[in-house]
């Protein structure tokens, strides 16, 4: 039944995928659908595997079969399971040892401050995505991240900037008796 939903779901993610006006939203709904033949193709192993050990019951191979299925159900839940699955960009941060990964470098760090900086994508910039990622994380109890991560607090600064459209040197201008 899972692997019906999730198909069915996949299909609707690339239906809407063809309203997107923007790189980010269609880059999403990429990233989605591919996840999705992934967590489908999860299951079918399982399925496979389960099917095998029927077949094996009373069988010098039961016992491998057993541990077949074993090993899919533990990776399918190792991989959609524990941690959200992130859509945009990746972060990794380990608290026990104050560092994190950077994806951009490749390179573990020493974290003194609070980068890396994950701001949330606003649903409205994922044109209608939003509602089909909760219909999904309700079917397979996966959760999915779809966040901006900055390494920098200057980057996480000059991105809010941005998406604000207002110009920093503007709204700081002081003139006269330091007043505008």
Same mark, same amino acid.
């Given at each position: !039944?899972? &692997?019906? +939903?999730?198909?069915?779901?996949?299909?609707?993610?690339?239906?809407?995928?063809?309203?997107?006006?923007?790189?980010?939203?269609? =880059? $999403?709904?990429?990233?989605?659908?591919?996840?999705? &033949?992934? !967590?489908?193709?999860? +299951?079918? =192993?399982?399925?496979?595997?389960?099917?095998?050990?029927?077949?094996?019951?009373?069988?010098?191979?039961?016992?491998d079969a057993f541990y077949d299925?074993?090993?899919? +159900?533990?990776?399918?839940?190792?991989?959609?399971?524990?941690?959200p699955v992130a859509l945009l960009?990746?972060?990794? &941060?380990?608290?026990?040892?104050?560092?994190?990964? =950077?994806?951009?470098?490749?390179?573990? +760090?020493?974290?003194?401050? *609070? &980068?890396?900086?994950?701001?949330? $994508?606003?649903? *409205?910039?994922?044109?209608?995505?939003? !509602?089909?990622?909760?219909?999904?994380?309700? $079917?397979?109890?996966?959760?999915?991240? $779809?966040?901006?991560?900055?390494?920098?607090?200057?980057?996480?600064?000059?991105? /809010? /900037?941005?998406?604000?459209?207002?110009?920093?040197?503007?709204?700081?201008? !002081?003139? %006269?008796? %330091?007043?505008?």
């Amino acid at each position: !039944m899972l &692997v019906a +939903q999730l198909s069915g779901l996949r299909i609707r993610v690339l239906a809407n995928r063809l309203s997107c006006d923007t790189d980010l939203a269609r =880059n $999403v709904h990429d990233t989605l659908a591919a996840k999705l &033949v992934k !967590m489908i193709d999860a +299951q079918r =192993n399982i399925l496979a595997a389960e099917r095998a050990r029927v077949a094996a019951r009373g069988t010098e191979d039961e016992q491998d079969a057993f541990y077949d299925l074993h090993h899919y +159900q533990t990776a399918y839940y190792e991989t959609w399971l524990i941690e959200p699955v992130a859509l945009l960009h990746e972060y990794l &941060v380990d608290d026990l040892s104050c560092e994190y990964f =950077n994806f951009q470098t490749g390179e573990w +760090q020493h974290r003194d401050s *609070e &980068v890396p900086i994950a701001v949330p $994508v606003p649903a *409205e910039k994922l044109c209608g995505l939003a !509602m089909i990622i909760a219909e999904i994380e309700d $079917v397979s109890g996966a959760r999915f991240s $779809v966040e901006n991560v900055y390494y920098s607090e200057a980057e996480a600064e000059a991105a /809010w /900037w941005e998406s604000t459209g207002a110009d920093p040197d503007e709204v700081f201008a !002081m003139t %006269g008796a %330091g007043h505008r």
